[in-house]
């Protein structure tokens, strides 16, 4: 039988993953995350959800291909809706606009608390998801980079502390990163600037925003 083997950037967000608690992967397509996690024994369960018929046709195929319907639950929900509070631990939103994740997140009624771990992998946007965080009481924990074919991409590990901030512009872009100590950072971090740069040249604030994170680099 075929194994999985993740991409880095879907290997990224299971290394954030706690042993032996149950998953939700919201937005999962194949289901390649959930089923990996089960198959390496890492966790116990998984509910796997989806906006979207199609891509949970994809997920019950890598489902059935490795026999793992007692494990993982494949779930029709917008977003955490058709998810219950005490059924998951961790909850992996990964692979989509950092507004989506946000807008996700921030509508759900009971993901205020800290006994959540959330791993969220935004696509593009991430300063928008950073902003949402802080400013509804959420705290970056930890966060990972990584190149995959040729592309920086990163991850957050995010708990509900209850401490409401306005974290800063500069905040919003560098994050947990250290540039100068881990080259996966840097390639990050780079692109964070390129992408700053682009703003620049329109708006006199991200010229300042952007004079601030290159003392950084
Ligand atoms: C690009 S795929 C990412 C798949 C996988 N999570 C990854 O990181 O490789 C985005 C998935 O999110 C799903 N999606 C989009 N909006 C959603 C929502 N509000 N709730 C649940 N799933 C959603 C899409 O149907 C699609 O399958």
Redesign the pocket.
């Known amino acids: 039988m075929q194994k999985i083997k993740l991409?880095p950037?879907?290997q990224m967000?299971a290394d954030f993953v706690r042993q032996n608690t149950a998953v939700a992967?919201?937005?999962?397509?194949?289901c390649?995350?959930p089923a990996w996690l089960v198959l390496q024994k890492h966790i116990t369960r998984a509910i796997a959800?989806?906006?979207?018929p199609?891509?949970l046709k994809s997920a019950a195929q890598t489902v059935a291909q490795f026999g793992l319907q007692t494990q993982i639950e494949l779930r029709q929900?917008?977003?955490?809706?058709s998810i219950a509070p005490t059924e998951v631990d961790d909850i992996?939103?990964?692979?989509?606009g950092g507004e989506?994740i946000f807008?996700?997140l921030n509508a759900c009624p009971w993901a205020k608390d800290d006994r959540y771990n959330f791993i969220l992998?935004p696509?593009s946007k991430s300063e928008v998801l950073v902003r949402g965080l802080y400013r509804e009481g959420y705290e970056i924990t930890a966060q990972k980079t990584c190149i995959d074919r040729k592309k920086p991409y990163t991850a957050f590990l995010v708990k509900y502390s209850g401490n409401v901030q306005e974290p800063s512009p500069e905040f919003c872009y560098k994050t947990l990163l250290n540039p100068k100590a881990n080259p996966t950072d840097k390639a990050f971090f780079e692109q964070m600037l390129r992408y700053v740069a682009n703003k620049a040249k329109g708006s006199k604030e991200y010229v300042g925003i952007l004079g601030k994170l290159r003392k950084d680099f």
Request: glycine letters at 10%.
């Open positions: 991409t950037r879907l967000c992967d919201i937005g999962t397509d194949h390649f995350l959800a989806d906006i979207n199609q891509p929900s917008n977003g955490l809706e992996v939103i990964a692979g989509m989506l807008e996700i992998q696509m």
